[in-house]
């Protein structure tokens, strides 16, 4: 890369600081090109800058694209621009201010990613805690209703990239429908008739091209149900990142999480930084790790939100172990009437991966006749396995009525 | 003739003279975008004066102003150039019959209609327009790709005339409302902003800009119950415009202050979703407002 040509600064310091600041957010996984570095570094030369938040706002604007990276960008800029003693002096003709730091309760969004691009050895020994599991809680069903707030550890950029690697590879179930509309295209189709004729009065009729169309596709809203009592509460922080992850690739993704009540957080997932996106389901949700009450929970579902959110044929992915108290009768009224109200109802447990699996659970056995595929999920600690469950066309393996024979129940 | 700012305060004045309230950080982004000729990539909520900046850039630099508005389906035809194949016909028989040979090609700009694109590269020299291409997210990617060549070269190709290029870029400013991500490679060639809600201080004066006769005493109620309507959770933000606009509908019916009954009389000009609207006619709705009142008495 050619920066050395800048002739503003002839020692070429301040060039070579942005080219290494610009290194620190390529690392904390911003997108950045060579160009952007001598776009920078035009950018500061054309003058006018006064003081530091000049400096700030410039760089700025070349180098943040999305909205998202604003949180990546201040904080690296915050930590790289004071660290340095040679920057700070070089820095002076921008009137070197430290940047007042505050002591605070929680952390930045997107400080971990920072932080890690700028010491990647010290944050190698924090490695990100999962939170805690409360042993005696796990695979026990209650309708106990504790309320609980949890804190979420931040994503590194590594767990980011492996996510977005994961999620181009997979294929949901149903992935795309084909519609009765029609739209004009390009290329050798259909002929379009309608839009023919008209095109022709452009000439007044004298030169009649042909025009063609084809029958539209479009990605059925997908809704998801997820299952967040005590006994799934290892496995959440996954979820929610595949969650959003899910949000950010397709466009109709409602998600509902349910303990011992239902909460929608679409639109907490729709905030484009994982980490704001995680802390403010966090906080939204007033029932983490608690009891389950499924059939209360999907009665308020089918009540509230069905017909709002399960229009156009969508598609519902519930993810729970299905360990459940309630009556049967209602249990099983609710599901058939969520069964019947979408296109297909993919139920996703965990506890299928032991091997030896019975459906042998009271609610498990009540659910099962209602769902079109019953899928396992061999690893839930990665979003790697969610996707690997999850992608794919239907086999004959997902079908619930291979848990439901009677000799495999005997057994 | 208005020349183009020389400094990040000349940009802030500029701004101001027009009655725009601008913070700094968009004043040094506007004053980089002008200087080094890039594109202004701005992206925000609805309402918060991005379309607004092209406007008042187009009366403070005193240049035309040519705008794309852009939808799905905007194809080159609407957005570049169109032949006029009617005209074109009517030529051809008019040489036919007055015997004229084929001659000439009817493929000349007397027959061409320019779209905004390419009346955006007419510019003389220190008179280019001001191109805004408003609601990017709207059209498609395959239009997005098409842009790339006009934003970096300004330049665009007629396969029957060749090649236009600007004498002058025009100055650019791209807004979007982020319903979708434009392409990274579109990105790179501009420069971002983000325009967020201002703050409380800049709101009053954007207030005391646009709607002159709205007294003090009401504006800083207005004020502060908008920005307290932004830290509560709703489905869409009120923005500056549904401020002015609020503001305005209170001079109107000739308020003095805010009162309860007023608010519900008159939430439709700030909220515009049933929710929002059912969330802020509620209890907690009604308190926000006593709030607002004791902080502005306190103050």
């Not at chain 1, 950018?43 to 070349?62: K, M, N, P």
């Not at chain 1, 990546?72 to 790289?80: E, I, W, Y």
């Not at chain 1, 730091?101 to 890690?116: G, I, L």
């Not at chain 1, 498990?364 to 066309?393: Q, Y």
Request: charged letters at 30%; aromatic letters at 8%.
């Amino acid at each position: 890369m050619n920066v050395g040509n800048i002739k503003a600064n002839p020692d070429g310091r301040l060039a070579e600081n942005i080219l290494y600041f610009a290194r620190t957010l390529r690392a904390a996984g911003m997108k950045l090109g060579p160009s952007a570095v001598v776009d920078c570094v035009r950018a500061v030369e054309q003058g006018g800058i006064s003081d530091r938040d000049d400096f700030y706002w410039t760089l700025h604007c070349v180098l943040v694209t999305r909205k998202e990276d604003r949180q990546v960008f201040d904080q690296a800029f915050k930590l790289f621009w004071r660290s340095r003693e040679l920057v700070e002096k070089m820095l002076q003709m921008f009137s070197p201010m430290m940047a007042d730091d505050k002591p605070r309760e929680k952390p930045d969004a997107a400080e971990a990613r920072v932080s890690q691009a700028l010491f990647p050895e010290e944050s190698k020994q924090q490695e990100f805690e999962r939170p805690e599991i409360e042993v005696d809680a796990s695979f026990t069903a209650s309708a106990r209703e504790v309320l609980r707030e949890k804190d979420f550890a931040q994503m590194s950029a590594a767990e980011l990239a492996m996510a977005r690697q994961a999620m181009s590879k997979m294929r949901l179930p149903v992935a795309e429908v084909v519609t009765r509309r029609f739209k004009s295209v390009n290329r050798v189709a259909r002929i379009d008739p309608r839009k023919m004729l008209a095109k022709s009065m452009r000439t007044g009729g004298d030169l009649v091209l042909p025009q063609f169309r084809e029958q539209k596709r479009k990605e059925p809203p997908v809704v998801i149900l997820a299952d967040i009592s005590g006994s799934m509460s290892q496995y959440s922080r996954t979820f929610l990142h595949f969650f959003h992850a899910l949000s950010e690739n397709r466009r109709h993704v409602h998600t509902f999480l349910f303990g011992t009540r239902l909460t929608n957080v679409t639109r907490q997932l729709r905030n484009k930084d994982i980490d704001v996106a995680l802390q403010e389901c966090a906080d939204a949700v007033e029932d983490w790790s608690g009891g389950t009450r499924i059939a209360e929970t999907l009665h308020e579902f089918n009540r509230l939100w069905s017909r709002r959110v399960l229009g156009q044929g969508a598609i519902v992915l519930m993810i729970t172990d299905g360990l459940e108290r309630s009556e049967d009768l209602e249990l099983a009224h609710e599901m058939d009437r969520l069964h019947r109200s979408c296109r297909r109802l993919i139920w996703l447990n965990p506890l299928l991966r032991f091997d030896g699996f019975r459906a042998a659970a009271k609610g498990i056995r009540t659910m099962l006749p209602h769902v079109d595929e019953f899928r396992p999920v061999h690893s839930l600690d990665a979003l790697s396995g969610l996707c690997s469950a999850l992608g794919g066309s239907y086999q004959s393996k997902y079908d619930p009525s291979n848990w439901m024979r009677s000799d495999i129940l005997a057994a | 003739m208005p020349t183009i700012p020389a400094s990040i305060d000349a940009t802030e004045e500029l701004l101001a003279s027009e009655g725009y309230v601008a913070d700094r950080s968009f004043a040094t982004v506007l004053y980089l975008a002008l200087k080094m000729g890039r594109p202004l990539f701005l992206e925000g909520e609805a309402g918060v004066g991005k379309t607004e900046i092209a406007k008042v850039l187009s009366s403070a630099l005193d240049r035309p102003l040519v705008r794309l508005q852009c939808y799905e389906g905007l194809d080159v035809s609407s957005a570049v150039y169109e032949w006029n194949y009617a005209a074109q016909m009517v030529e051809i028989r008019q040489r036919e019959a007055g015997g004229v040979g084929a001659g000439d090609s009817v493929f000349d700009e007397r027959f061409l209609i320019k779209r905004p694109l390419l009346k955006a590269l007419e510019g003389k020299p220190g008179k280019s327009p001001i191109l805004l291409i408003d609601e990017l997210d709207r059209t498609d990617e395959a239009f997005e790709a098409f842009l790339l060549e006009i934003l970096s070269d300004f330049q665009v190709t007629i396969p029957e005339l060749g090649t236009i290029k600007a004498e002058e870029p025009p100055i650019v400013i791209i807004t979007t409302n982020r319903t979708r991500e434009i392409h990274d490679a579109l990105k790179r060639r501009c420069l971002y902003h983000w325009v967020d809600y201002p703050d409380a201080e800049r709101e009053l004066e954007i207030i005391h800009s646009k709607v002159p006769g709205c007294e003090e005493s009401l504006s800083r109620e207005i004020v502060a119950y908008v920005q307290r309507l932004r830290q509560v959770d709703l489905f869409k933000n009120p923005g500056v415009a549904e401020t002015l606009d609020w503001a305005s509908a209170l001079i109107e019916l000739d308020k003095v202050a805010i009162d309860p009954e007023t608010v519900s009389d008159t939430i439709g000009v700030l909220l515009k979703y049933q929710d929002d609207i059912a969330k802020i006619e509620s209890a907690e709705g009604q308190d926000i407002l006593k709030e607002v009142k004791l902080e502005l008495a306190s103050a």
